[in-house]
C-alpha cells in the first residue's frame, strides 16, 4: 500500500523567495511520484514526476523535486516564488500497478 | 485546456433530484476515473474505468452511479444525493491504469445538494 505526507496545509512565502513543499512517501514496491498543481476552480495540472530516471526531476514553471530514496522524501522547491504560483499543491504516489494516492495538500500563499 | 472537458462547472440539486454529471477526453487515452475533492481531504478515487470496464469502486454509495459509453466519455448519475455528498467532482484520464501515466484532470463540477 502506498501513502503519502504533505507536511504543513499551508506555506507562505514573500515574492522572490525560495518555496519549499515538503512530502514524504510510503510504498512496499518502488514508486512514481507526482506533484500536481490546482488553481483556484480549477483542475489538477501534472507540475512534474518521478519515474526513476533521475532523482532529480524538473517540471514546469521553474519547478524541481528530489527524490531522495533514504529519507522517503519528494520534496518540491522554486528558487524564486512567483505571485501567480499561489495556488493548491499536491503530492502523490503510485506503486507499480496500483492506483494513484494523493496527499492532502498545501496551499502556497504568495504576498508581495 | 487539459483535454478533458466537464460539464456542468457547477450543480445546485435538491436531495430528491437525479442529475448526471459529463466528462469527455479526446486525448485517444484507455482509462477514465471520477475523484471526489472535499474540502480538508485527500482526493478520493471513486471509480476506475480500463477499456469501458468498471475495474475499481472503492466503496461509493450506490446513489452514485457511473458509466463509460465508449473511451472517450464518462458519466456520474446522481441520485437521492445527501448534503455531506456537496464537493469537487473531478474527472481525470490516462494512456492506461497502470505504470507511471499521468493523469489528466478537467475542471470539475462544483456540487451543491441543498
Known amino acids: 500500500a502506498q501513502s503519502v505526507t504533505q507536511l504543513g496545509s499551508h506555506v507562505s512565502v514573500s515574492e522572490g523567495a525560495l518555496v519549499l513543499l515538503r512530502c514524504n512517501y510510503s510504498?512496499?514496491?518502488?514508486?512514481?511520484l507526482f506533484w500536481y498543481v490546482q488553481y483556484p476552480n480549477q483542475g489538477l495540472q501534472l507540475l512534474l514526476k518521478?519515474?526513476?530516471?533521475?532523482?532529480l526531476v524538473k517540471g514546469i514553471n521553474g519547478f524541481e523535486a528530489e527524490f531522495k530514496k533514504s529519507e522517503t522524501s519528494f520534496h518540491l522547491t522554486k528558487p524564486s516564488a512567483h505571485m501567480s504560483d499561489a495556488a493548491e499543491y499536491f503530492c502523490?504516489?503510485?506503486?507499480?500497478?496500483?492506483?494513484?494516492?494523493f496527499g492532502t495538500g498545501t496551499r502556497l500563499l504568495v504576498s508581495p | 485546456e487539459t483535454g478533458v472537458t466537464q460539464t456542468p462547472r457547477h450543480l445546485v440539486m435538491g436531495m430528491t433530484n437525479k442529475k448526471s454529471l459529463k466528462c469527455e477526453q479526446h486525448l485517444g487515452h484507455n482509462a477514465m476515473y471520477w475523484y471526489k475533492q472535499s474540502a480538508k481531504k485527500p482526493l478520493e478515487l471513486m471509480f476506475v474505468?480500463?477499456?469501458?470496464?468498471?475495474?475499481e469502486n472503492n466503496s461509493v454509495p450506490s446513489r452514485f452511479s457511473p458509466e463509460c459509453p465508449n473511451s472517450s466519455h464518462l458519466f456520474l448519475h446522481l441520485h437521492t444525493l445527501q448534503p455531506e455528498d456537496s464537493a469537487l467532482y473531478l474527472c481525470?484520464?490516462?494512456?492506461?491504469?497502470?505504470?507511471?501515466?499521468?493523469?489528466?484532470f478537467g475542471q470539475g463540477t462544483r456540487l451543491t445538494v441543498v
Open positions: 510504498s512496499s514496491v518502488p514508486p512514481y
Open positions: 518521478y519515474t526513476s530516471a533521475a532523482t
Open positions: 481525470a484520464s490516462s494512456q492506461d491504469s497502470r505504470g507511471p501515466t499521468d493523469a489528466f
Open positions: 474505468y480500463s477499456l469501458e470496464e468498471r475495474v
Open positions: 502523490a504516489v503510485k506503486g507499480g500497478f496500483q492506483k494513484l494516492v
